[in-house]
DNA sequence: TCCCTTATTAGGCAACAAGCGAATTATATC
DNA sequence: GATATAATTCGCTTGTTGCCTAATAAGGGA
């Protein structure tokens, strides 16, 4: 889940999974939204791939990119989790 | 809001907002939940701080931090809006 | 005022992250 | 096999992060 996090912690790769929601994209078509050099975009796209939150299929020459929800999903109800918004009553124990 | 993905980045910084969940903590309190150094921790909470995540108020000799659970809800919305997953339909254009 | 407690800031170092150009791998086509 | 295209890996530089010890600031009580 730590990846998770780094990965989301850097604003390209958040702008990259934004661009994704809108449909799946090769390597290239990606990298024409940033100014960057072509090896950085895929350094990116390797931290979101090993985060788990992207995959990457080959098809010929393109590897197409698409976003993998359902960790998406995961991530989100973890951070619920962590900030306990969802839940029953307010975090109040004690406290004089 | 680059600041707040920054701060979770950072599984003590992560530990620390679960430990504030339950209830305020001066920093010395909060410190003896990890094996680290009080400058390593006060540098820490710096970073929450300065990412609107937490508050330090002084009580005496203390500075006791807790929460700031409204730019906690508004990042989870931001999140939430990364990811489209709470809106409409799925994001699927056309995809052959 | 002097001392003790609490927490932060300052300084320094090792490890990591982000960026680039050049070289490499993988696939398709001729 | 040779060539072209797409994307990655490699080697490197630069800047940032995380950690520590030592020093400093802020408060409370004798």
Redesign the interface.
């Known amino acids: 889940m ?1 990846l998770v ?2 990965a ?2 850097h ?1 390209t790769r ?1 702008q990259i ?2 661009l994704l ?4 994209r090769p390597a290239g078509e990606i990298a024409t939204h940033f100014d960057i050099a072509k090896p950085t975009l895929s350094g990116h796209l390797r931290v979101l791939r090993e985060a788990g939150l992207v995959i990457g299929e080959r098809h010929g020459t393109s590897i197409v990119y698409s ?1 993998q ?1 359902s960790l ?2 995961e991530s ?1 109800a973890a ?2 989790d ?4 969802d839940s029953a009553k307010p ?5 004089s």
């Open positions: 730590n996090y780094e989301l912690a604003p958040r999974i934004a929601r809108q449909g799946d976003l929800l998406l999903e989100l951070l619920l962590l900030f306990k918004i975090p109040e124990p004690d406290r």
